[in-house]
């Protein structure tokens, strides 16, 4: 309320009572009560403190975020196996397909944030190439679907591939036993 003789252009208007107001740059808190006419503002050390405690609270938000992003970038950098993604369930998921006999050799990692590739061998019965793109499908479904992964590669063996065709790794150890039949892992 302005007092007689006051016009809204020759003073600012004042609210009765506490009102918070923020500079244009958001972050200085000040107080402004009426009283008698007289304008009351914080102290020059009240609104340093004021200033101090928020610019800290700011800076803890700012630290915290920054280490979920380096964090998030260690997990693609190092392709861990994604969070919220459990390797075994997804190698249980893939064994319940029909016409798959197992899988082996199962790496999930991320892209980028939200994109997740897999790799795995998939052991399976001896079948013509174009059946095997029927399973193929239903694989790449049941992962894209269920665990969000969508991009896969998948190498399929079966028990009548020859020995060079099954997985085998530079260190000797075979997906196949010395006689010949295929290890069940």
């Not at 500079?23 to 101090?52: D, H, K, W």
Request: proline fraction near 4%; charge should be negative.
């Amino acid at each position: 309320m302005l007092a007689s003789g006051d016009t809204d252009a020759s003073r600012p208007v004042l609210y009765s009572g506490q009102t918070q107001l923020l500079t244009p740059a958001g972050v200085l808190p000040l107080s402004f009560e009426m009283q008698n006419r007289e304008t009351i503002a914080p102290t020059l050390g009240e609104a340093q403190l004021q200033a101090g405690l928020l610019a800290g609270l700011i800076g803890l938000v700012i630290l915290w975020g920054a280490f979920r992003i380096v964090k998030e970038a260690g997990d693609v950098l190092l392709e861990a196996v994604p969070e919220g993604i459990d390797l075994q369930e997804v190698e249980d998921a893939v064994k319940a397909v029909d016409g798959v006999e197992d899988v082996h050799d199962v790496h999930i990692w991320t892209i980028t944030s939200g994109i997740y590739a897999l790799s795995a061998h998939v052991r399976v019965d001896d079948r013509m190439v174009s059946a095997s793109n029927a399973l193929l499908v239903a694989i790449d479904g049941l992962l894209e679907h269920r665990f969000t992964i969508t991009h896969a590669t998948l190498q399929l063996e079966c028990d009548a591939c020859s020995t060079d065709a099954v997985c085998t790794l530079p260190n000797g150890h075979s997906a196949r036993t010395p006689a010949g039949d295929v290890r069940v892992s």
